[in-house]
């Protein structure tokens, strides 16, 4: 089916469809003379998208740009650095600190109470 009645299956104008499109939300796919044809996967693709963005509170911008964040390793690194940066996310720890800390705890609790008696 072409892009006004996908459109109107869907429930939004053919430009939104468009837009979605562009932002990179529905598969590659187009027939020979750069028209755009949808059938059943394509329209279940932009159902699950839009489902996705009410379910979650974001725009198809956002939703298109997450798709970006785990699909490009650099950009995924970018919006890591940031969120550990802004402490939305937890720097992990490296083992070596982590068995660092763990020796100096046993230490701290097994160190003998040493007390000093004067004569």
């Known amino acids: 089916m072409r892009i006004t009645e996908a459109a109107r299956r869907l ?5 939104m469809l468009r837009y979605r499109e562009a932002l990179g939300l529905l598969p590659p796919v187009r ?7 949808f059938g059943p996967e394509e329209l279940a693709a932009v159902a699950q998208g839009v489902e996705l963005e009410k379910r979650f509170d974001v725009s198809p911008a956002e939703l298109a740009f997450a798709l970006r964040v785990l699909s490009e390793p650099t950009v995924a690194a970018a919006v890591r650095d940031l969120g550990i940066r802004i402490g939305r996310i937890a720097v992990p720890r490296r083992a070596l600190d982590f ?3 763990k020796a100096l705890r046993l230490l701290r609790t097994s160190a003998p109470a040493h007390t000093s008696k004067k004569s």
């Open 11 to 15: 429930g939004m104008s053919p430009r």
């Open 31 to 37: 027939e020979q003379g750069a028209h755009r044809r």
């Open 99 to 101: 068995e660092k800390e």
